[in-house]
């Protein structure tokens, strides 16, 4: 079992920039895959960002060069960051971490970004 707990999000002007935190606990070591994904208003969730324990990452083509994830862990946590920057109004939605641990997916409660423009 994975715990998250999201941080950071909130209201920004177009320009600007936002640093959202997800931190996992529980069966930390398990975990393969963790990242960001994104719905808007009457939209399907999208990935934004993932990234492997290995260190690869993959963006969405519409956040290349102005998102970065990155992750560390110590032992007792693991914490997966998306740093927007230069954010448009097509960037609001409420953005989700997500993690694959041993084959199992956990997504976290949802922290709403808005850019405003």
Not at 67 to 91: C, G, H, I, Y
Request: glycine share 12%; with cysteine; aromatic share 10%.
């Amino acid at each position: 079992q994975v715990q998250l707990v999201e941080s950071g999000g909130g209201l920004v002007q177009a320009g600007g920039s936002l640093r959202l935190s997800c931190v996992a606990s529980g069966s930390i070591f398990s975990i393969n895959v963790m990242g960001w994904y994104r719905q808007a208003p009457g939209k399907q969730r999208e990935l934004v960002a993932v990234i492997t324990s290995g260190g690869r990452t993959n963006y969405a083509d519409s956040v290349k060069g102005r998102f970065t994830v990155s992750s560390f862990r110590d032992n007792a946590k693991k914490t997966v960051w998306l740093q927007m920057n230069s954010l448009k109004p097509e960037d609001t939605a409420v953005y989700y971490c997500n993690v694959i641990a041993a084959g199992l997916g956990y997504w976290g409660q949802g922290t709403q970004v808005t850019v405003s423009s």
